[in-house]
C-alpha cells in the first residue's frame, strides 16, 4: 500500500476528531475496521485480499442529519485506497425507518486516463418488529469508477436478533450494469458483539457472475468493527 495513500483518508478522519468540544456536543461514532475481502453488493474491491477501513459520522442532536468521511482499502486499475466523502437523513413514515444519502468516492492514485471518482445515492427502508428485521434497498450510480458506466442495485434483507449480541441476517439483490457484467448476489451471516465496542461479522458471498479473476468468486469473509 502507498503511504501517501493513506495521508488524506487519515488527515480527514483526524480533523474531523479534533472539531471543537461545541460540535462533539451532538455527536460523533469512529468506526475503524478489518476483513479478509473487502465485498460490496456481494462483489470483492480488493481482488479477495484482506482490507482496512475507517469512517468518522456527525449525527444532529436529533439523529435525523448526519455526515463525514470515510476510507477503505481496495485493489482497482492501479489504485489501493477509496475515500469518501458524504451525507444523508434518516426521517420515519408509518412505522418504517428511512435513511437516504449521497456520497462522492474517489480512488486515489488510479493508473492515468482511468476515471477515478463517483457519485453514489443510497435509499433504505427498514422495519423491526420484535426479533425480526426487514430492510429494502436501491443504490445507484450515474457514472460509476473505472470502465463501468451507470449502475442500479436493489436488495432486500431480512435478519433476526437471537439475543442482545446474536445476529442472523440473508440478504439477495441485483446489480444491473452499463459497461460491466450484471449479476445477482447474495450473502448470508451471523454478526456477534465481543463487547459493547468490537463486532464480529461472518458472512457467505456468491454470485451468478461467470467472470474470470476473484471479484465475482464466493467466498467466506471475516471481518471485525471497532466502533468508539
Given at each position: 500500500?502507498?503511504?501517501?495513500?493513506?495521508?488524506?483518508p487519515?488527515?480527514?478522519?483526524?480533523?474531523?476528531?479534533?472539531l471543537?468540544?461545541?460540535?462533539?456536543?451532538?455527536?460523533?461514532?469512529?468506526?475503524?475496521?478489518?476483513?479478509?475481502?473487502?465485498?460490496?453488493?456481494d462483489?470483492?474491491?480488493?481482488?479477495?485480499?484482506?482490507?482496512?477501513?475507517?469512517?468518522?459520522?456527525?449525527?444532529?442532536?436529533?439523529?435525523?442529519?448526519?455526515a463525514?468521511?470515510?476510507f477503505?482499502?481496495?485493489?482497482?486499475?492501479?489504485?489501493?485506497?477509496?475515500?469518501?466523502?458524504?451525507?444523508?437523513?434518516?426521517?420515519?413514515?408509518?412505522?418504517?425507518?428511512?435513511?437516504?444519502?449521497a456520497?462522492?468516492?474517489?480512488r486515489?492514485?488510479?493508473?492515468?486516463?482511468?476515471?477515478?471518482?463517483?457519485?453514489?445515492?443510497?435509499?433504505?427502508?427498514?422495519?423491526?418488529?420484535?426479533?425480526?428485521?426487514?430492510?429494502?434497498?436501491?443504490?445507484?450510480?450515474?457514472?460509476?469508477?473505472?470502465?463501468?458506466?451507470?449502475?442500479?442495485?436493489?436488495?432486500?434483507?431480512?435478519?433476526?436478533?437471537?439475543?442482545?449480541?446474536?445476529?442472523?441476517?440473508?440478504?439477495?439483490?441485483?446489480r444491473d450494469?452499463?459497461?460491466?457484467?450484471?449479476?445477482?448476489?447474495?450473502?448470508?451471516?451471523?454478526?456477534?458483539?465481543?463487547?459493547?465496542?468490537?463486532e464480529?461479522?461472518?458472512?457467505w458471498?456468491?454470485?451468478?457472475?461467470?467472470?474470470?479473476?476473484?471479484?465475482?468468486?464466493?467466498?467466506?469473509?471475516?471481518?471485525?468493527?471497532?466502533?468508539?
Amino acid at each position: 500500500m502507498r503511504l501517501n495513500a493513506l495521508r488524506l483518508p487519515l488527515a480527514l478522519l483526524a480533523a474531523s476528531l479534533a472539531l471543537p468540544a461545541a460540535a462533539h456536543a451532538q455527536s460523533w461514532d469512529v468506526t475503524l475496521g478489518a476483513g479478509t475481502d473487502n465485498r460490496s453488493k456481494d462483489a470483492s474491491k480488493s481482488n479477495g485480499e484482506a482490507f482496512v477501513s475507517g469512517e468518522a459520522q456527525w449525527n444532529s442532536a436529533d439523529g435525523f442529519f448526519y455526515a463525514g468521511p470515510a476510507f477503505e482499502t481496495v485493489k482497482s486499475n492501479g489504485s489501493n485506497i477509496e475515500v469518501e466523502i458524504g451525507g444523508g437523513i434518516r426521517p420515519q413514515w408509518a412505522g418504517f425507518d428511512f435513511d437516504l444519502n449521497a456520497v462522492h468516492k474517489w480512488r486515489l492514485d488510479s493508473n492515468p486516463g482511468v476515471d477515478d471518482d463517483a457519485w453514489e445515492f443510497t435509499a433504505d427502508m427498514k422495519r423491526s418488529i420484535g426479533p425480526a428485521s426487514a430492510r429494502l434497498r436501491l443504490q445507484h450510480s450515474p457514472d460509476g469508477t473505472g470502465s463501468v458506466k451507470q449502475w442500479t442495485w436493489v436488495s432486500a434483507r431480512a435478519g433476526w436478533d437471537f439475543n442482545d449480541k446474536l445476529n442472523a441476517s440473508a440478504e439477495l439483490g441485483y446489480r444491473d450494469q452499463t459497461n460491466a457484467v450484471s449479476y445477482t448476489g447474495y450473502n448470508v451471516g451471523v454478526s456477534y458483539l465481543l463487547t459493547q465496542e468490537l463486532e464480529l461479522d461472518v458472512r457467505w458471498h456468491g454470485t451468478d457472475a461467470d467472470e474470470p479473476g476473484e471479484q465475482y468468486k464466493d467466498a467466506l469473509v471475516a471481518t471485525v468493527a471497532y466502533m468508539f
